[in-house]
């Protein structure tokens, strides 16, 4: 009688399954590769934060930098354990 959960995270049906499709919906932050630890619930610690938190403030840089966070003062909120 315990509850159950189904947990799905960046699938694609086969007739989308292709690196084609992945990456279009990638390139348009649709989709991601592997390793969404929270969004599956099992949060493994230290180990998915510092990537997770790598990613974010690349991705911050490449958006709104040129690409270059060198001497920039970020002030994050909101980010639960990425956020130190």
């Known amino acids: 009688d315990a509850p159950r959960v189904l947990i799905a995270n960046s699938n694609l049906v086969p007739h989308w399954a292709t690196w084609e499709k992945f990456n279009e919906l990638d390139k348009k932050g649709l989709m991601m590769y592997g ?15 510092v990537q ?5 403030f690349v991705e911050a840089g490449r958006q709104h930098y040129g690409g270059n966070l060198r001497r920039k003062w970020i002030l994050t909120g909101g980010l639960g354990g990425m956020g130190g």
């Open 52 to 56: 997770g938190t790598y990613e974010t």
């Open 35 to 49: 390793q969404m630890t929270a969004g599956s619930w099992i949060y493994i610690g230290t180990q998915g934060i």
